[in-house]
Nanobody
Framework: QVQLVESGGGLVQAGGSLRLSCASS????????MGWFRQAPGKEREFVAA???????TYADSVKGRFTISRDNAKNTAYLQMNSLKPEDTADYYC???????????????????WGQGTQVTVSS
Protein backbone atom coordinates (compact mmCIF):
# COMPACT_ATOMS: atom_id res chain seq x y z
CA GLN A 1 0.00 0.00 0.00
CA VAL A 2 1.17 3.47 -0.82
CA GLN A 3 1.44 5.74 2.18
CA LEU A 4 1.96 9.47 2.00
CA VAL A 5 2.98 11.64 4.92
CA GLU A 6 3.03 15.42 4.70
CA SER A 7 5.19 17.64 6.85
CA GLY A 8 6.43 21.20 6.98
CA GLY A 9 3.24 23.05 7.77
CA GLY A 10 3.04 25.73 10.39
CA LEU A 11 2.32 29.35 11.14
CA VAL A 12 3.91 32.01 8.99
CA GLN A 13 3.38 35.71 8.42
CA ALA A 14 2.06 37.00 5.14
CA GLY A 15 4.89 37.30 2.66
CA GLY A 16 6.80 34.45 4.24
CA SER A 17 7.68 31.03 2.93
CA LEU A 18 7.20 27.40 3.81
CA ARG A 19 8.28 24.19 2.18
CA LEU A 20 5.99 21.22 2.47
CA SER A 21 7.27 17.70 2.06
CA CYS A 22 5.39 14.56 1.11
CA ALA A 23 7.23 11.37 1.95
CA SER A 24 6.04 8.30 0.09
CA SER A 25 6.46 4.67 1.02
CA UNK A 26 5.24 1.59 -0.76
CA UNK A 27 4.51 1.44 -4.44
CA UNK A 28 6.78 2.92 -7.07
CA UNK A 29 6.97 6.61 -6.36
CA UNK A 30 8.89 7.46 -9.49
CA UNK A 31 6.03 6.19 -11.66
CA UNK A 32 3.34 8.29 -9.99
CA UNK A 33 2.10 11.74 -10.75
CA MET A 34 2.02 13.72 -7.53
CA GLY A 35 -0.40 16.45 -6.62
CA TRP A 36 -0.93 18.98 -3.87
CA PHE A 37 -4.41 20.03 -2.81
CA ARG A 38 -5.66 22.23 -0.02
CA GLN A 39 -8.85 22.66 1.92
CA ALA A 40 -9.78 25.64 4.05
CA PRO A 41 -12.46 25.43 6.74
CA GLY A 42 -15.89 25.42 5.14
CA LYS A 43 -14.40 25.26 1.65
CA GLU A 44 -14.15 22.52 -0.94
CA ARG A 45 -10.90 20.80 -1.67
CA GLU A 46 -8.88 22.87 -4.10
CA PHE A 47 -6.18 21.90 -6.54
CA VAL A 48 -2.84 23.57 -5.93
CA ALA A 49 -0.14 21.97 -8.06
CA ALA A 50 0.86 18.69 -9.66
CA UNK A 51 3.97 17.15 -11.13
CA UNK A 52 4.20 14.24 -13.51
CA UNK A 53 6.49 11.26 -13.21
CA UNK A 54 8.74 12.92 -15.77
CA UNK A 55 8.79 16.28 -14.02
CA UNK A 56 6.22 18.27 -15.95
CA UNK A 57 4.07 20.43 -13.74
CA THR A 58 0.89 22.45 -13.58
CA TYR A 59 -0.38 25.02 -11.10
CA ALA A 60 -3.60 26.60 -10.02
CA ASP A 61 -3.84 30.20 -11.15
CA SER A 62 -4.08 31.32 -7.54
CA VAL A 63 -0.58 30.06 -6.74
CA LYS A 64 1.20 30.39 -10.06
CA GLY A 65 4.41 32.31 -9.69
CA ARG A 66 4.45 31.85 -5.93
CA PHE A 67 4.49 28.09 -5.41
CA THR A 68 6.83 25.52 -6.92
CA ILE A 69 6.25 21.78 -6.96
CA SER A 70 9.17 19.42 -7.25
CA ARG A 71 10.12 15.84 -6.57
CA ASP A 72 13.15 13.85 -5.60
CA ASN A 73 12.64 10.31 -6.79
CA ALA A 74 15.76 9.10 -5.01
CA LYS A 75 14.14 10.16 -1.73
CA ASN A 76 10.58 9.19 -2.70
CA THR A 77 9.53 12.69 -1.75
CA ALA A 78 7.51 15.45 -3.33
CA TYR A 79 7.78 19.07 -2.26
CA LEU A 80 5.76 22.22 -2.41
CA GLN A 81 7.77 25.38 -1.99
CA MET A 82 5.42 28.20 -1.03
CA ASN A 83 6.66 31.76 -1.29
CA SER A 84 4.93 35.10 -0.87
CA LEU A 85 2.28 33.48 1.26
CA LYS A 86 -1.05 35.18 1.68
CA PRO A 87 -3.73 34.75 4.36
CA GLU A 88 -5.94 33.13 1.74
CA ASP A 89 -3.37 30.33 1.48
CA THR A 90 -4.39 29.21 4.95
CA ALA A 91 -5.64 25.63 4.68
CA ASP A 92 -4.86 22.02 5.32
CA TYR A 93 -2.54 20.85 2.56
CA TYR A 94 -2.68 17.32 1.22
CA CYS A 95 -0.42 15.44 -1.13
CA UNK A 96 -1.77 12.75 -3.39
CA UNK A 97 -0.47 10.12 -5.79
CA UNK A 98 -1.94 9.30 -9.18
CA UNK A 99 -0.96 5.86 -10.43
CA UNK A 100 -2.25 6.45 -13.94
CA UNK A 101 -0.07 7.46 -16.85
CA UNK A 102 -0.96 10.94 -18.10
CA UNK A 103 0.62 13.33 -20.50
CA UNK A 104 -0.23 16.15 -18.12
CA UNK A 105 -0.61 15.72 -14.36
CA UNK A 106 -4.23 15.97 -13.32
CA UNK A 107 -5.90 18.78 -11.42
CA UNK A 108 -8.83 16.55 -10.50
CA UNK A 109 -8.83 14.90 -7.08
CA UNK A 110 -10.75 11.89 -8.38
CA UNK A 111 -7.72 10.94 -10.45
CA UNK A 112 -5.58 10.49 -7.38
CA UNK A 113 -5.46 7.09 -5.75
CA UNK A 114 -3.65 7.77 -2.48
CA TRP A 115 -3.75 10.64 -0.07
CA GLY A 116 -1.82 11.83 2.91
CA GLN A 117 -3.33 12.99 6.18
CA GLY A 118 -2.54 16.62 5.56
CA THR A 119 -0.48 19.34 7.16
CA GLN A 120 -1.85 22.65 8.37
CA VAL A 121 -0.65 25.94 6.98
CA THR A 122 -1.71 29.17 8.64
CA VAL A 123 -0.74 32.53 7.20
CA SER A 124 -1.27 35.50 9.45
CA SER A 125 -1.82 39.08 8.33
Amino acid sequence: QVQLVESGGGLVQAGGSLRLSCASSGGLFSRYDMGWFRQAPGKEREFVAAISSSGGNTYADSVKGRFTISRDNAKNTAYLQMNSLKPEDTADYYCAADRSSRLTPSQYPEHYDHWGQGTQVTVSS
